[in-house]
């Protein structure tokens, strides 16, 4: 069954620094999202990306992070400058198109600790 | 969007249906219900979708009454591995995201 990647498995990070999440969706998926968890939290939207866009982000998804797709495979999240509340499990995510009718295949996450 | 409402939590034994509601009063004519299951530090798993009546899969059952105020997740014959926080959702179609609540954290006991 295909499935999405996720890397690194565990990223740690001291605060100001820059990180970049990679994801590989499945490859005949349009559409892609990030998520994040942070521990013993709710699942939290961050953004979604179609047509090599944002098609809708949350309040979390502020001017520290980027989404790009920088070839035909991969979907980073970019983080410019982490804080300690970033720290989370962040969640790749993608479908074949948007919508309740179509389900959403997540990655296995990368915990992301920032000290 | 429709806010849901299910327990907390809730522990089973092993080899018993266990059967978790969630309630959707505001669901709107274009969504869907949408149940997914997450492990412990994993990626939530999508187990099951419908919009009216009765849908089975080879994991789950889902029971949506008429009125599609609610709806019912049944697991038949749980297993210890089936111990995992079940979320429902209700997203329209077309949505771009999905919004988690915090689930019901089932227990299987053996």
């Known amino acids: 069954e295909p499935e999405v990647t996720q890397t690194p498995s565990h990223q740690v990070t001291q605060m100001g620094q820059e990180v970049i999440l990679r994801c590989v969706p499945i490859s005949n998926h349009l559409y892609f999202y990030w998520y994040r968890q942070i521990l013993g939290q709710k699942v939290e939207f961050l953004v979604s990306f179609y047509n090599n866009e944002i098609s809708e982000k949350s309040e979390i998804f502020d001017d520290q992070f980027s989404v790009e797709r920088p070839d035909g495979s991969n979907f980073t999240l970019k983080i410019r400058s982490t804080k300690l509340e970033d720290s989370a499990m962040y969640f790749c995510a993608s479908s074949e198109e948007a919508g309740g009718n179509y389900e959403q295949y997540f990655g296995p996450g990368t915990r992301l600790t920032v000290t | 969007l429709a806010k849901t409402t299910q327990p907390i939590s809730m522990d089973s034994y092993e080899g018993q249906e266990v059967n978790i509601t969630c309630s959707h009063n505001n669901i709107a004519t274009n969504d869907y219900i949408t149940w997914y299951q997450q492990f412990p530090s994993q990626g939530p798993r999508f187990i099951i979708q419908g919009y009216k009546t009765k849908v089975t899969n080879e994991v789950a059952s889902l029971f949506i009454p008429a009125d599609r105020k609610s709806s019912t997740l049944s697991l038949p014959r749980v297993s210890l591995s089936d111990t995992a926080v079940y979320y429902c959702?209700?997203?329209?179609?077309?949505?771009?995201?999905?919004?988690f609540g915090t689930g019901t954290r089932l227990t299987v006991i053996p």
């Open positions: 959702l209700v997203v329209p179609t077309g949505a771009n995201n999905l919004f």
